[in-house]
């Protein structure tokens, strides 16, 4: 076989373009809204160029409805479209709508007046799009850097803020580091397997003997992803980012790329079948567990707090990798939905207290909100309950599915780590709803009333959230038609 | 017969405070009608739940108004719901307390009225579920629930170091119960069902993969969760907080619903699992649960705080029901259950009365009264009542279900009915002694000459109490021969066992 097609020979037909719509859909409509911005005042141009880019992603939505009518390979063989692709596109793009709506209100109030912080978003967007659709490992990299550069530039929006450059600068520096890595990752699997493409290298490594430098490959690649997705011990940058980053961003940097690279993760660990996958993943998510539990119990500030409780989650997430890929990948996908539902909420509920310059979000601001603003603070506490994983929510069954899929691999451990450190984790986050409810308010923030678009934001996330929570057969069944894709 | 109701019941009674906590919701802010809407619904659920004693079929033993319903295909998760004369009649007082939780807070709970009775709502939901699921996902799925609700009760209405005790509740509850999660994942896994008769029948014919192995680490993943929802000593630290901390209506439902979630458990999922996990561990259990009853009472003793008194009254007293359930005797079964029913009301009722003194004088401290017998006769008339049917006098309620257990702890082994029946004596000491220094005597503090006896609504809190405790202790067949055909169910595999220690 030849792994290097002959791109001369076939010039790409309709198919092929269908193959990558919505990124195509989401491309142009970055590229309109930077059109637009130099030849719109700065005072009409937010809303509209907000607009735009909303109009935008749910175009990429419609079309990713569309293009699922069309499963197959694209592009000599490096686009593939599946159920597991649309499901990540799906969700991708469903994130970006949600911090869309959100952003409105935050780039008011923070005076931030930028028509590329928009584009920036839908170019992300592509790049995790093509992320979940790509099966070249070359292609996959390029994706994972578009991705990566849109938020690296998110990060640093708050320009009057030191700490937003810092934060951006150091997500910069580092996620280059992670990034080389991952490039080495696949210059070894070459070297290992004589091919990029996840399924000729599916088909070799399944073969028989396993080269050596396959497991180096693999580990690179796994350092360079897990960075991505904020796992321990490769999560040293989470807090500061998140920290310092515009909490829109952190809600989409939390969820969307996560999503992406947990979708390459699949495809590489499974499509591609890993060697070494089940004590690299034990060992961190061990840790990721363990260390973001551990850590977010001392934080006082929310942002902070949510980003050790991001890395957490990677941990639970990671469990699942672990397990037979029947109900692993079906559990991943599962999990990766849930936690951006709840996530993207919480993070929009923060960005609207947050208030002018981000001055309210240490944990202190948040007392007494039940009274001030009931409605936001009965929405955090249902996000807040998800991350628990109590029951009603998604995050109860995307932390049962993980957990279960794992005692089914009889990782006894890893799942009895798993529950000890939900328990440890609902402290925390109750922690938030406690100062929310039981406190009482301790300055006089001002309550302003809940605009449009926050409201659709939250309606669009709570209903996800508790979806998920009571009726999960649903996308549980779509995630499980992915078994089959990847498991060829 | 009335059969198409009895397919629905169970759902009804579940739901019906649910809807009625989402109509809350939309409902304006009016205090007085949210309390009457709240009341109306709960009368309504325990006029509802009354279907289930009337239309049981006492002879039959195994679950009744079974509903079975596939939920969630994968993982296989059925809507399992069915009662047996133990659950039965848990609900029955969930059903009870909750209209009197109603009532005792009309006046009490003043702010933020709306989001009390949601709660209080939620909760009823919850808390029969947990009863009714025959399902481990669902059992597990209601038991969590209960937490949110309680907690918030606790948090947001409670005194003194109210964030404290919500907060430590919950964590206790939660720590522990993911122990169980553990162990129910485990017992999908190797099943691939979590209905309890299936799973019950696996084990029994021995078809669950490396069962042997991991049965004592699941007996005691299950029986962790429970031990600190009962509270088991040394698990209960987390209780006198929660209980004195908490509004009235939270501690009566604390009391007497909540704990008896742990025991039920036991009687349900550790004995109706792990017979052999059971059998092997009932000594050190039971030894725990002596602790329990002569520690509890020790410590009720010295209480200077009324609240805090009954709350440690309360451990000594679910040391009866461990006790009860882990002889594996007939008579220790039944006791076991009806000292759960008995508690509920007379405990409950306790709670409600120190809750009635409170909205008078704000303290709980015994110091602060003295004398009040005279100022309101009627009040000490029902205290009275109440303390006399917790300590177990004949005829009342209290009487029956310890009477039992200690004859099944006896026969299990004398010196447990010996060192159990001295629980008796140290409860009728620290609760009489408590009503002494309450009611007797001169009044000790002028504001207490001064204070109005029970109102109308207070003395419609509290007769049904006194009614419940008094038909219990007199006419106790009618909730014993439902229980006894449900006990026999439990026994069955222990039988051998049973046989073995009669025939000594």
């Not at chain 2, 908490?246 to 009566?252: H, L, R």
């Not at chain 2, 009806?338 to 303290?363: C, N, P, Q």
């Amino acid at each position: 076989m030849n792994p290097i097609p002959d791109m001369t020979q076939t010039l790409p037909q309709a198919a092929d373009y269908i193959r990558i719509l919505p990124e195509i859909v989401l491309a142009i409509f970055g590229m309109i809204i930077m059109l637009l911005d130099p030849l719109m005042d700065d005072r009409s141009s937010q809303k509209t160029l907000g607009g735009v880019a909303l109009v935008g992603t749910l175009t990429a939505l419609v079309s990713t409805l569309y293009q699922a009518q069309f499963p197959g390979l694209g592009f000599w063989n490096m686009i593939q479209v599946d159920s597991f692709s649309v499901f990540f596109h799906f969700l991708v793009a469903a994130v970006t709508a949600v911090v869309i709506l959100t952003s409105f209100e935050y780039m008011r109030v923070q005076e931030i007046r930028a028509g590329e912080y928009y584009a920036l978003l839908l170019f992300g967007a592509v790049g995790m799009s093509l992320m979940s659709s790509a099966v070249e490992l070359v292609l996959i990299f390029i994706a994972l850097e578009i991705s990566s550069i849109s938020t690296y530039v998110l990060a640093g929006f708050r320009r009057r803020a030191a700490i937003s450059s810092e934060a951006s600068v150091k997500y910069f520096l580092l996620g280059s580091f992670a990034t080389a890595f991952f490039l080495y990752g696949v210059a070894m699997m070459f070297g290992a397997t004589g091919s990029t493409s996840i399924v000729v290298i599916g088909d070799v490594l399944r073969s028989g003997q396993v080269p050596l430098l396959a497991y180096a490959g693999v580990a690179l690649m796994f350092v360079g992803l897990g960075f991505k997705v904020a796992a321990a011990p490769f999560h040293v940058w989470t807090p500061d980012v998140y920290e310092g980053a515009p909490a829109p961003v952190v809600g989409f940097m939390s969820t969307a790329p996560k999503a992406a690279v947990f979708a390459v993760l699949l495809r590489l660990m499974f499509e591609a079948h890993a060697p070494g996958r089940i004590w690299l993943i034990w060992v961190v998510a061990a840790l990721s567990m363990t260390i973001g539990n551990v850590a977010a119990l001392v934080q006082d500030n929310v942002k902070r707090l949510l980003a050790y409780s991001s890395i957490a989650h990677a941990g639970y997430l990671l469990v699942a990798f672990a397990a037979f890929p029947d109900n692993g990948i079906p559990a991943v996908m599962f999990y990766t939905a849930s936690y951006a539902a709840m996530n993207v909420g919480a993070f929009a509920v923060v960005s609207h207290f947050a208030g002018a310059g981000e001055r309210y979000v240490t944990l202190e601001d948040y007392a007494g909100l039940g009274r001030r603003s009931p409605i936001l603070a009965g929405a955090l506490t249902i996000f807040l309950l998800s991350l628990i994983g109590i029951p009603v929510t998604g995050g109860f069954f995307a932390k049962f599915y993980v957990f279960s899929a794992a005692l089914q691999a009889n990782l006894v451990g890893l799942v009895i780590i798993g529950v000890l450190n939900s328990a440890i984790g609902a402290y925390y986050y109750l922690r938030i709803i406690v100062v929310m409810y039981m406190r009482e308010p301790q300055l006089d923030a001002p309550t302003t009333p809940v605009p449009m678009g926050l409201g659709v934001a939250l309606a669009v996330s709570l209903a996800a959230t508790i979806y998920l929570g009571v009726l999960p057969g649903r996308v549980l069944d779509y995630a499980s038609r992915s078994v089959a894709e990847l498991m060829r | 017969m009335n059969t198409g109701l009895d397919n629905s019941i169970l759902t009804l009674v579940i739901f019906v405070p649910l809807a009625g906590a989402l109509l809350l919701l939309v409902l304006p802010r009016r205090d007085r009608d949210i309390r009457i809407f709240s009341l109306v619904i709960t009368l309504l659920n325990f006029v509802l739940s009354l279907h289930l004693p009337v239309h049981f079929h006492r002879a039959v033993s195994g679950f009744q108004y079974e509903i079975d319903r596939p939920w969630i295909p994968k993982p296989n998760i059925h809507y399992h719901l069915g009662v047996d004369g133990i659950s039965m009649w848990l609900v029955v007082l969930t059903t009870f307390l909750t209209p009197l939780c109603v009532l005792v807070s009309w006046k009490s709970i003043h702010e933020r009225v709306k989001e009390f009775f949601i709660l209080l709502l939620i909760l009823e939901t919850a808390l029969i579920g947990v009863f009714m699921a025959l399902d481990l996902f669902v059992f597990y799925f209601f038991w969590e629930s209960t937490l949110i609700p309680m907690a918030l009760l606790i948090g947001m209405y409670g005194h003194g170091r109210k964030v404290y005790a919500a907060v430590k509740f919950f964590m206790y509850t939660m720590i522990a119960s993911v122990f169980m999660l553990a162990a129910i994942l485990w017992l999908y896994a190797k099943t691939g069902s979590f209905d309890f008769t299936a799973i019950q029948a696996a084990i029994h014919s021995g078809q669950v993969e490396n069962f042997a192995g991991a049965a004592p680490w699941l007996f005691l993943g299950f029986f962790l969760a429970f031990a600190v929802k009962v509270p088991l000593f040394p698990f209960h630290t987390w209780l006198p907080d929660a209980h004195v901390e908490a509004p009235t209506a939270g501690s009566v439902l604390l009391a007497g619903v909540l704990l008896k979630m742990g025991t039920y458990g036991m009687l349900r999922f550790n004995l109706g699992l792990f017979p052999e996990q059971s059998r092997s561990n009932a000594p050190w259990i039971m030894v725990l649960a002596l602790i329990g009853i002569v520690y509890g009472a020790l410590v009720a003793m010295v209480q200077p705080n009324m609240k805090k008194l009954i709350a440690y009254s309360s451990i000594s007293h679910l040391g009866f029901v461990v006790l009860g359930i882990f002889s594996f005797t007939q008579a220790g079964l039944d006791g076991a259950t009806f000292v759960m029913l008995a508690h509920g009301v007379a405990t409950g009722g306790l709670f409600m009365l120190a809750g009635i003194i409170y909205e008078r004088r704000h303290t709980y401290e015994i110091a602060d009264y003295g004398g009040l017998a005279t100022p309101m006769p009627k009040y000490a008339a029902f205290f009275l009542f109440t303390v006399l049917a917790s300590v177990g006098l004949p005829l009342l309620n209290g009487f029956i279900g310890e009477f039992l257990v200690l004859s099944g702890a006896f026969r299990d082994r004398p010196i447990y009915g010996i060192l159990g029946a001295t629980g008796v004596i140290w409860s009728a000491c620290y609760l009489l002694w408590m009503y002494q220094r309450v009611f007797f005597g001169k009044v000790q503090h002028e504001v207490n000459q001064t204070l109005p006896d029970l109102s109308g609504r207070e003395q419609a809190t509290l007769w049904p109490i006194a009614a419940a405790a008094l038909v219990m202790g007199v006419a106790p067949l009618i909730w014993l021969n439902a229980i006894d055909p449900a006990v026999q169910t439990v026994l069955t595999p222990f039988t051998d066992l049973v046989s073995r220690v009669v025939g000594r």
